[in-house]
Structure formats: C-alpha cells, structure tokens
C-alpha cells in the first residue's frame, strides 16, 4: 500500500499553475463519487479571518462532552496532513487513520482521473467522502480560503453558519479592504440557515448583516448585540436571548478566547444544541485544545534548550490582526507575572510581516528572525529582520528555532525571559515536530 504522502505528492501534481477560486473542479468531482456531501450529518459552517479553529475547538469539546461523535474538518495541519480530518466516535474523535486515508485519498484520485484540481479542493473531497461514510452526529466545517468560492461551501443546507473576527489577510485573492474580504466571507451564509456574526469591527459586521438578510438567513446573531461574553470573578459569563452561562475561564490562553468561546456558544445555540446540558459547557472550556495558538511548551527537545524558569510559548499568528490580539496576551502574562519578552519569528512572504511584528513595539526587548523551512514563499530571515526593525523593534537574524534559543540561553538574564515563538503556523509545525510534541 502507498504512503499517504506518496498520494499526497500525486495530488499536489495536479494543482492549476494559477488559482482560479471556482465550485465547478469540486462539484464535478463530487457528482462522480456520487455527491458525498449531501449525505453528512448537521454541519456548522466556519469562515473568518482568525478565530475559527478555536472556535470549532470549543464547539468540539462541548459537544463531545454531552456525548456526541464529532467529524472535524480545519486546515491547514501541523505536523501531519492527517490532523485536518477528525473522525468522530463515542468518547472522542481521532484524527483519520493511515490505511483509512489512503484508501479513501486513491479512491478520489481514480474518480478525478488526472483532471486538474486544486490540492485543497481534492482533499475536501477525501474529507466529505469519509464523513459520509463514518456515522457521527455533527460536522464542524472550517473554511479553507475566503467562503463564497472555498471548496467547503458546497454544503446547501448548513444547521448553522459562522463567521468570526474578519481583517486583512489573503488580499490577492479576496480584496484589500476590510469590507470586500467580509463580502467573500459571507459567501457561506444560506437561506433557512441561522448566521453567527462573531464581535468584529462595524465595516464587516454591516456588511455581514446585509448579506445575512440578503439570502434569508433564519436567524441572525451578532456579538455584542445579541450575545455577550465577558469574565468576571474569575469565570466567563455568557448571556443571550436565551439565557446566562456561568463558566469556567477557558483552558486556551488570551481574552480573544473568551470572544471565540462565546461565539461557539452562541453557534451551538442556534443550530439547535442550546438544550446541552450545562456541564458540557463548563467541560467544554476546560477541555477545548488548539495546537499552536498560544500554547506553553512546557517539556521537549527545544524546551529544554531555555533558561532555567524561562518561559517558552508558541502561536501560529501570522497577519496584523493576529500580532494585535497576540502582543495583547502578551501583556496581559506581563501584567501578572513580569517577564523580559524575546520573540523568534518566521514569516512567509505574503504575509504583512511589517504591520505584524509592528503590534510588539515597546512590547518585545529583542526579536530573533528565523527562515521557515521548505516553504518557497518564505521570506529570508534578514528580510525580517529589516522590517521588524523598520517597525521599532530590536531585531536580529538567526539560522534557526534551535539556534536562537541557544543564542537565548547564553545571555544573562536578570529575570528568566518570556520566549515566544510566532509568525506562521508553517514555522509552530516545524517546533512542534523539533520540540517532539506533535498535536495529538
């Protein structure tokens, strides 16, 4: 039997030179394998800028601690393509198995029968093709690129549909402004189907809304005007049009958690999952994990290379938005526990590396710049450099991850440093792989 890597390298042959964003390559390949898609389970819909992995996290957890089998579907991976699908089963999905991938990644690839077609559009296939055939009670659908043209929106009846925070990201493919980038987001919205409007700035927020009301949305949620979260003593308060939720401080880090719980929250509420038992809820926070989103390496290879009782974190942020909410988790470990702040970052060329790293002016005492590995749009590590520093940072190049942490390691520190590794969730799977902490 094939690896799945050996599919996966045939599959990529196969991608356009040029990105035309389209349903018809999908569609067609859809009808050949007898439309998988319209044999799922309820679906909830996730597009937005940042937030929706996180956001299906906490749905994930809560849902599976009320007892139901979950299919997760987010992109990209980590470590290994495996982590984008998540099969669902009774006491927790996995993710999907070797000889279950490649089994259903041949099957796809004798159907499309050498067509050209998009690597991601060919593996949502592979994704609705499994769903269809393993039996759990919900789908969590997270969006590729965009929403109007992504490969996911061939859902026609969504229980729900969600977009969280909306910013400038992918801007040569969805626009550059704010406004345009929510239009292409709102693509997911159907007629019969509730919109959650995660709390976001007002441009997108009108421009959702009129979409929302524009293809007959059943019901239309926006935070801040029907949902609220906020904490308060030490718990996170929810309260909606159907009630208060007094729950435990979610177990992922940063004050933009609270906002993409409680947009889980009110999605899970207007599919129909309001009626779950309080303490999935409360479970739910406690439990709900998302790789490399300010996640603390605690232990592992390049763990162990830090300063004694130096702190070593790792978030895949990677557009000005990302670096907003991210310097302000980083503030906020400040306020509480006071830390000299040293970033390692690697970003990718088509990323604003500028107005990113820019948010940890003042913020950050020194900024090591690192390539990230086997990706062609990397940017080089002076490159980086140049422009963090053009952006009022104290910045310099170094060859690796494991190289500026040893550089790290051999300045004295009054206060063992807060180390934070960011910029790219290429350059979080590429820790995560060296660390020997794969997501599991």
């Known amino acids: 039997m094939a690896s799945s890597d050996t599919v996966l390298a045939r599959l990529l ?51 599976e601690a009320a007892g139901l089998s979950v299919h997760v ?13 998540r099969l669902g089963r009774p006491g927790g999905g996995r993710f999907v198995d070797e000889a279950v991938l490649v089994e259903a990644l041949e099957r796809c690839e004798r159907a499309n029968a050498g067509d050209q077609i998009t ?39 969504p229980a729900c549909t969600v977009v969280t925070p909306v910013s400038l ?28 409007i995660a709390p976001q700035e007002p441009e997108p927020t009108a421009v959702l809304e009129a979409a929302a009301e524009r293809v007959g ?25 159907d009630g208060l939720l007094d729950l435990p401080l979610p177990r992922l880090s940063g004050r933009h958690q609270h906002v993409n719980a409680g947009t889980a929250i009110a999605a899970l509420r207007a599919a129909g999952y309001g009626g779950l038992p309080a303490r999935a809820f409360e479970q739910g926070m406690l439990d709900a994990d998302w790789p490399a989103r300010l996640q603390r390496l605690a232990r592992g290879k390049l763990a162990d290379l830090v300063p ?7 978030d895949g942020g990677h557009n000005p938005d990302g670096g907003r909410v991210l310097a302000q988790a980083m503030a906020d470990l400040a306020d509480r526990n006071p830390a000299p702040l040293v970033m390692i970052a690697g970003l990718l060329s088509t990323k604003d ?32 450099a140049e ?41 979080a799977g590429e820790v995560l792989s060296a660390n020997g902490t794969p997501p599991a």
């Not at 439309?35 to 937005?48: C, N, S, T, Y």
């Not at 969805?174 to 959650?196: H, N, S």
């Not at 949305?217 to 309260?239: C, M, N, P, T, W």
């Open 353 to 384: 590396a500028k107005a990113t790293l820019g948010h940890f002016k003042g913020l950050a005492q020194l900024l090591f710049t690192v390539p990230i590995q086997n990706q062609i749009a990397a940017r080089p590590a002076e490159e980086v």
């Open 308 to 314: 004694a009782r130096a702190e070593l974190w790792l």
């Open 73 to 85: 579907y987010t992109s990209p991976h980590l470590v290994r393509f495996h982590e984008r699908i």
């Open 13 to 63: 042959a196969l991608h356009p030179k040029l990105i035309d964003l389209s349903l018809g390559r999908i569609l067609t390949l859809l009808e050949r394998l007898g439309d998988p898609q319209k044999r799922l389970p309820p679906v909830i819909h996730v597009a937005g800028t940042n937030g929706k992995g996180s956001t299906i996290a906490f749905m994930r957890a809560i849902l």
């Open 217 to 241: 949305a059943s019901k239309i949620l926006i935070g801040a005007q029907d949902f609220a979260v906020h904490e308060a003593g030490g718990r996170l308060v929810y309260e909606d049009g």
């Open 169 to 196: 990201d992918h801007s040569e493919y969805l626009g550059d402004t704010v406004t345009k980038i929510a239009g292409e987001k709102a693509g997911i919205f159907k007629r019969g189907a509730p919109a959650v």
């Open 119 to 157: 690597f991601f559009e060919i593996t949502t296939v592979v994704a609705f093709l499994l769903f269809a055939e393993h039996k759990a009670d919900v789908v969590l659908l997270e969006v590729g690129l965009g929403g109007r043209f992504d490969a996911t929106n061939v859902i026609a009846h």
């Open 387 to 427: 422009l963090a520093r053009s952006a009022g940072l104290a910045a310099e190049a170094s060859g690796s991850v494991e190289q500026a942490l040893r550089e790290i390691a051999a300045r004295d520190w009054s206060t063992p440093p807060r180390i934070l590794i960011c910029g790219s969730l290429y350059l």
